[in-house]
């Protein structure tokens, strides 16, 4: 069975996808919407840009900065600057640039047809591939952001979206708050959905595995017998409010003067810079570049709390990494994550737009090691249940062939 998937190639959650459906037995082809490397395994492989990804430096996510490298393109420092005019700019000629490059998308599908076409998210891979054709079946996932903010973006976000979801056969997203949503936006009753984690799965034995890194250039420089909190979200404009992350910084300070906080995917970010220097945060603050897998995953193993202070959001990967890791989860008070996290049992949930709530919570759990201790086992149990890849690749398997209707 061969598998296209229409992914930004660079991700690392498209490469687990990837590396899934390898490991399931299945032919895999990539069209990449943004440039990078052919992936490892990958039987054909084309990038067809969507909305600016021309100017996206190749291999962003799977090749990332060491630590003190910032960004030297012109461009990519102009859209540092100005990402919330950069989002607008997206939402209005996005699905412009969608539109011209279908006719490459179906002559590339004409030429060697797949059994079936599969898009890692709506805006604007989906866009895309809602031109498949008619006699082979399209699957699309939902990512957290693509009906509760993206598709509201303008009105042919809104006209694209909905146009997408009717034409998909099946739909799998990371939220069951998304499969409801759906059906308000073009997606038919009846098809077939899929609730599993946007990465595919969630690799218990890989992250529990001793590495050789655990010692060396990630934990090796982090300041020992201290209170350490990640956020590792970067910066998504109308998603996650790190504005409210560094003011809520010195909120903590007032209790625990020796917090120290880790931001990777912050590195050169000059929101980051900006905040840091303003509320005078140097010494107690380190911005850090996008982290290989592995050692994302040491520093959630070494660190007491993860912050996520979204608004909008599906089910972040790198939420279920720290409660996998027993990082102490405290994130924005919105449906999706309710799914996850049981304030008071499990982790946290505050207003996203509030520092001071937010410096409670991180202060109260910093305070309450023996809620630390119960989450820990719970989340552990809940990953094992819910997210483990193990059975989530079983679960996408069937999927896959009850949308192909092949028996098992």
Not at 123 to 137: H, K, N, S, Y
Not at 150 to 172: N, V
Not at 295 to 309: D, E, G, R, T
Not at 379 to 396: C, D, F, K
């Amino acid at each position: 069975m061969r598998i296209l998937l229409v992914a930004d190639g660079r991700s690392p959650n498209a490469l687990n996808w990837q590396n899934t459906l390898l490991a399931l037995g299945y032919q895999v082809g990539l069209v990449s919407s943004y440039p990078c490397k052919r992936p490892a395994g990958v039987q054909d492989f084309q990038v067809i840009p969507l909305a600016f990804g021309q100017v996206a430096r190749p291999g962003l996510s799977s090749s990332p900065e060491k630590p003190g490298v910032t960004r030297s393109h012109w461009m990519h420092r102009a859209v540092s600057h100005a990402r919330s005019i950069f989002l607008v700019a997206r939402y209005i000629l996005g699905p412009f640039t969608v539109r011209r490059q279908a006719e490459q998308f179906v002559r590339l599908i004409a030429e060697d047809p797949p059994d079936l076409v599969h898009a890692l998210r709506i805006p604007f891979e989906g866009m895309l591939a809602t031109a498949t054709p008619a006699e082979i079946p399209f699957v699309v996932s939902i990512w957290g952001n693509d009906l509760t903010l993206h598709a509201k973006g303008s009105p042919w976000m809104r006209s694209m979206t909905t146009h997408c979801l009717a034409r998909a056969d099946a739909l799998m997203a990371d939220t069951r708050r998304d499969i409801r949503l759906s059906l308000s936006w073009g997606f038919a009753a009846g098809r077939p959905t899929l609730v599993v984690p946007g990465s595919g799965g969630i690799n218990l034995d890989e992250i529990n595995r001793p590495h050789p890194f655990t010692t060396g250039s990630v934990t090796g420089y982090l300041p020992a017998g201290v209170p350490l909190i990640v956020n590792p979200r970067g910066f998504r404009p109308g998603s996650v409010r790190n504005d409210v992350f560094f003011r809520a910084i010195p909120l903590v300070l007032r209790s625990h003067p020796d917090a120290f906080f880790l931001c990777p995917s912050m590195a050169g970010q000059p929101e980051a810079l900006r905040w840091i220097k303003r509320l005078d945060l140097q010494k107690h603050v380190r911005l850090m570049p996008q982290l290989p897998q592995d050692q994302l995953w040491s520093i959630f193993q070494h660190a007491q709390i993860f912050v996520s202070p979204s608004q909008h959001d599906g089910t972040p990967n790198s939420l279920l990494e720290a409660m996998a890791c027993g990082c102490f989860p405290i994130a924005g008070d919105i449906e999706s994550l309710r799914e996850w996290i049981t304030p008071g049992v499990n982790g946290l949930l505050v207003d996203p737009t509030d520092s001071a709530a937010l410096a409670e919570a991180i202060n109260g759990a910093l305070e309450a090691p023996e809620l630390r201790y119960r989450a820990r086992a719970i989340n552990h149990a809940l990953i094992q249940e819910r997210a483990e890849a193990g059975s989530t690749r079983q679960a996408i398997d069937q999927f896959y062939r009850q949308v192909l209707g092949l028996n098992r």
